[in-house]
């Protein structure tokens, strides 16, 4: 799957986090690295929930 070009916003927001990332020690890093993957399960989860909801496939609240 071809990725989309990043605008020039996005593409200064990686250099900045490049940048940020460089100057971390490696336990910093890793800190980072475990934060920002939870940040993406819970963003994956939103995704599915809102989509369920929006399909019409959650059961009815009761």
Known sequence: MNQPQLSLEQQFNLR????QVEKMSREQAQEC??????????????????LKHQWGL?????
């Not at 993957?37 to 939103?46: F, L, P, S």
Request: charge should be negative; avoid cysteine; aromatic fraction near 12%.
């Open 16 to 19: 900045s986090f490049e940048t």
């Open 33 to 50: 690295l475990m934060k920002l993957y939870e940040q993406m399960i819970v963003r994956e989860a939103t995704y599915q929930n809102l």
């Open 58 to 62: 959650e059961p009815p609240a009761a």
